[in-house]
């Protein structure tokens, strides 16, 4: 469990890329085959070693060519796509605070040290973050195997025990190497499996904190210590880490994103379920940028095209509630209209984080909770650091377009 104990020093390890390039990559390559990429045995192969993940997708997918002639074909087109490579929301943040305050922190991933360099030198300042850099063609057995932490502790001169893994696990591990993500040790932050992960730091003697990406998963990492959204929703004093200073009135300022398209029909469940209006807009389209954004409770401005820009808080995601099966965005305009406006372009600029998506024992608690996360959005925007979003470019370039 978690120690009361603050340490002197500390380990991390974790996954720090988003899987938007997994997925681009097999859904182009598949086609060659005559199949389509949608996800099948994602659990099977995350976190796995780049054989392992190659024979599930073979098997999975009735691909007539054998486990390596798999990888020596995808291999070269992730490769070409390393530098498009995005950093899972936090990660940055993250590497940054833990520096800054002099934690150690090693990279221990089953792909090859080679691939796992190349990948994050495309991010400035991370190399330089690591103590140690360690690649599963440096250990005899990868993760479920807890041998590659234990190296990690052994090179960072730390006692596992000492160590904290974050286990973030990608829905696919094929970025480095066919199928691979990274590992960040210091304080221990672990990279991409899924279950193995967590039994590989648990068997190492670490504590692990488990970020789930595939969706609907937290209940397999039972064995993890805590699981988490996101890494925006990382608490490093929780674990004897210095605490981020950064949350502002109950927010966090992100990179701003945009997103936008003609307001649908949703649900029908805004308005007459929970008497909270939105406007949903088409995910369409959008299924890379979803996936470069964990699920979770943000705000921003609203532009409509005919009218203005309004004040927005908006979930993200598969709303546990009403247990949606697709990720959704559904944008609550804070301004009370006296009429519909279905088939408006509406164009939303989302400049901060809230919390991450729950679930609700009842629909009285989840309307509180939504009337509280926009009282949060309301203030927050009026404070100068995202006031100035309204008159945002991209804002206001839609308006008065149809």
Known sequence: MVSAKPRDSSEIFFSPFSDGIVSEVLRVFLVKYGKQWDGRGAHRIVGKTPLEAAAAIVEDYGLPCTTNEFISEVTPLFTDQWSNIKALPGATRLIKHLNCHGVPMA??????????????????????????????DEVRMGKPSPEI??????????????????????????????????????????????????????????????????????????SADEVINSLLDLRPEKWGLPPFHDWIESTLPIEPWYIGGPVIKGFGRGSKVLGIPTANISTEGYSTILSEHPSGVYFGWAGLS?????????????????????????????????????????????VGYIRPEANFASLE????????????????LDLPLFAGYKDDLYLRSSLHKN
Not at 109 to 135: L, T
Not at 316 to 334: A, R, V
Not at 365 to 380: G, Q, T
């Open 107 to 136: 990279l221990a991933s089953n792909s090859p040290r080679a691939n796992i360099e190349s990948k994050i030198a495309c991010h400035q300042g991370w190399k330089e973050s690591f103590s140690f850099i360690i690649g599963g």
């Open 149 to 222: 932490f234990l190296e990690a502790a052994k090179r960072l001169n730390m006692e596992p025990s000492s160590c904290l893994v974050i286990e973030d696990s990608l829905k696919c591990v094929l970025e480095a190497d066919a199928l691979q993500t990274l590992k960040v040790t210091g304080y221990a932050y672990c990279n991409g499996i899924t279950r193995p992960g967590v039994m590989a730091g648990k068997a190492a003697g670490m504590e692990v904190v488990a970020v789930p990406s595939l969706p609907k998963q937290a209940h397999i990492y039972t």
């Open 306 to 350: 005919m009218r203005g820009v309004y004040k927005m808080v908006m979930s993200i995601g598969w709303n546990p509630f009403f247990n949606n099966t697709e990720k959704t965005i559904e944008p609550w305009l804070l301004h009370d209209f006296d009429e519909d406006f279905y088939g408006e372009q509406l164009c939303l600029a989302i």
């Open 365 to 380: 608690s989840l309307v509180a909770k939504i009337h509280e996360d926009k009282k949060i959005a309301e203030n927050a």
